[in-house]
């Protein structure tokens, strides 16, 4: 791998790390607030946190996609993490739920960066079988990170309460802020800059992913349902520690960044179609499994092969996309990307804390299952027909600024 392709992977998906593990921090300790009725009353408040809060990032991702292009993306990278880490530090003053709601739109705002900008940086930079094996590199570190934010946060939050993961995680962003900029130091790119700058379409954006909506929708569904219930299903329905539901969660997060590094080789074996509809059934199971089930060790292998399953669907999709767009779309492209699936993770969100108030906090699973039920059938015909390409970009329709690797 080049050098140029080393210092851009290496810089994006340390940003993943840490935007993934800012966004879980809050959400892991939704259980303890809910339980000891501090910040939050009800199930329908992190419906509503999550509703609104991500509304606010799909307005801020249409900008970005508009505004970033043609400008260099380790500087946006950078003030990702800075909005992020002192909005959490901030976060440990609420003494109130508008406060937490202020404050977690802040992290909202801050972590609205990182998709469009820190994917349509690796699209921009691999092609071909290798930006397969980036996006699965990306996403992986992306899980890390949020492994990383489960196995402490309920260690914390046991020892010494919920404020000290969202300071334990504000500091970090910090950190990476400078690690970040030290690590993409070089990496300037002038032909492709001047090829992006080129005028969005947005009509030639939107006409690209069309037939991915019904996937993003539900893959961002799964992502609030399980970020935000996940925690609250193991501690308020089997009873299991915040400390072990970290671990459990942990475990699931360790599987899909295993999954998401395997990806690669994965889908270079049985090909993007297969190995995306595998994933599909198996996160069908999975998803009812965890609605039904009330023995715990059922439940933790479901978590993990759900983990599994979800983490490979995450880069394939990418791939799909990333692999046919076109220079000047690009930023604008994984903008929308990211708009799609935070409308999938707030409408759902907020519909799953509904009916986890009216009928028990099992049902935002057996909703995932159904959803995931119809979209695996929406899948199967969509390639039966033709209507996505997944083989080799011919050389023709290859944006030039791309590195081959």
């Known amino acids: 791998m080049k050098t140029l392709q080393r210092k851009v992977l290496g810089a994006v998906s340390l940003h993943h790390a840490c935007n993934d593990a800012s966004v879980v921090a809050l959400p892991a300790i939704f259980p303890l607030l809910y339980t000891q ?5 009800r199930y329908s408040d992190i419906g509503t946190l999550m509703l609104v809060g991500l509304l606010v990032a799909v307005l801020s991702q249409f900008v970005i996609g508009h505004k970033v292009k043609g400008r260099h993306y ?23 739920y508008l406060m937490l709601f202020l404050f977690f739109i802040g992290v909202r705002l801050g972590t609205s960066i990182y998709h469009p900008v820190g994917i349509s940086w690796i699209s921009k930079t691999f092609t071909g079988k290798s930006i397969d094996r980036a996006m699965g590199f990306q996403s992986a570190f992306g899980d890390i990170g949020v492994l990383a934010a489960f196995a402490t ?3 914390l939050t046991e020892s010494f309460g919920w404020k000290a993961p969202l300071f334990l995680w504000g500091s970090v962003n910090i950190v990476v802020l400078a690690t970040g900029l030290s690590i993409s130091r070089g990496t300037a790119d002038p032909p492709a800059v001047r090829e992006e700058s080129a005028g969005v379409s947005w009509k030639e954006t939107i ?39 970290g671990i459990i969660l942990g475990a699931w997060m360790a599987a899909g960044a295993l999954a998401s590094l395997s990806y690669g080789r994965v889908s270079e074996k049985l090909g993007r179609p ?32 759900y983990g599994m399953s979800m983490f490979i669907i995450y880069p394939a999709i990418l791939s799909f996309i990333g692999s046919s767009v076109e220079a000047k779309n690009r930023t604008a492209t994984f903008s929308t990307v990211a708009n799609f699936q935070i409308i999938g993770n707030s409408v759902f969100s907020f519909i799953a804390g509904l009916l986890s108030d ?30 996505i390409r997944y083989g080799p970009v011919p050389a023709a329709a290859r944006p030039k600024d791309i590195v081959t690797g």
């Open 358 to 387: 009216a009928f028990g906090i099992h049902t935002p699973f057996l909703m995932l299952g159904s959803a995931t039920c119809l979209i695996t059938l929406y899948m199967a015909y969509i390639l039966s027909k033709g209507k």
């Open 153 to 155: 946060t309920g260690f």
């Open 274 to 305: 297969r190995t995306i509809m595998i994933a599909y059934a198996v996160t069908i199971v999975t998803a009812f499994t965890l609605g039904f089930s009330g023995i715990i060790a059922l439940t933790v292998a479901a978590f993990i092969l």
């Open 37 to 41: 009725k501090v910040l939050i009353k």
């Open 74 to 96: 380790r500087y946006f990278l950078a003030l990702d993490t800075l909005v992020v880490g002192i909005s959490l530090l901030l976060m440990t003053l609420s003494r109130n």
């Open 207 to 245: 006409r690209g992913v069309r037939h991915f909506i019904p996937l993003l929708i539900l893959g961002g569904m799964a992502w609030g349902i399980t970020l935000g219930y996940a925690p609250s299903l193991l501690n308020h329905k089997l009873g299991i520690s915040m400390k072990n539901t």
